[in-house]
């Protein structure tokens, strides 16, 4: 048995995903890093201390996601974990392609760590490699076994698209062969290199391939005793939408001082944060604050905006569903 539930969003809890560096070892085909947009970058210790810091004062029970590019190749990322710990931030995780740079998992503890979250795009290695880079997955499976082996708690993100769709069920027994906890399904937002229209059209799932395919796979793969989420993203026309950059604290920190509160406008210099002399400050109008209050049968505004080949329209021009924020996750638990 499993117990399905849509994960509302809350102004309880605030998620801190802190890009602390876009540099990366690999070269993955959906990859949403744009070092125009986001900086070259890698921050200094002690300006990481004082972001961290800043967003202590205001949301001390946050959730604090170090990422990159590759947060490990940061030579001091341990000490960024014990800095956060410290604070009293209510977990963290450190999001990782698998390659473990600087011997992270000696420098940190699973006192300190709540979970190594490792991306892998295959149930092969001809699948993954194919998107994420050669030697990639055996890199990530031998992370993954040496992390479990250290007792911290581990999950995967599996990105799905056209490529690997096919191998989405053979992931359950990958899995819990792993001893892998958490399991995040991921769809490919249209930002980085996804952005260009060449590769995010064939890469991308179609409305109908989505429900189709993804929730009652999810479903199936829960029922083997893994906690699956993955995004909601379409609406009925009848169901609310709402933005979480309305109603959550969700903050996208990136190396050049950006603060974003929506991860679709990422490529976009419409950041409604800025970091200026290490303090955090609201920046001058029009940013992206000003599109969450608009309200449109569409539901999401920048979907609308920037793929609006992802929606359809009755012969009257009504929406026929919405497309939810892209925040907003579906999960599943075993019971």
Partial sequence: MTVRKTVAFSKKSANLFFHILTKCNLRCRHCYINPKQHGHTDLPLETIKAWLEAFSQDSPTANVIFLGGEPTLHPDLSHAIKHAHALGFRSITVDTNGYLFHNILSRVSPREVDFFSFSLDGATRKTNDGIRGDGSYDACINGIKKTVAKGFATSLIYTVSRLNIHELEMMPSLLNDLGIERF?????????????????????????????????????????????????????????????????QNYFIFPNGRVYRCPLCEDLPIHSLQFVDNRLVKTAKINESDLFVLNIAEGCVMNRLIQPENLSYTVGGVPEYKIACCLLKEEIIPS
Avoid: H, N
Avoid at 222 to 240: C, I, N
């Fill in 184 to 248: 995040f399904i991921q769809v490919i937002g249209l930002r980085g290199k996804a952005a260009e229209k060449s590769k995010a059209g064939s890469l991308q799932l179609t409305r109908s391939e989505w429900m189709k395919i993804v929730p009652p796979l999810a479903q199936k793969i829960a029922r083997q005793g893994l906690t699956v989420s993955y995004p909601k993203v379409y609406l009925d026309p009848a169901e609310t939408f709402e933005c979480a950059g309305l109603v959550a």
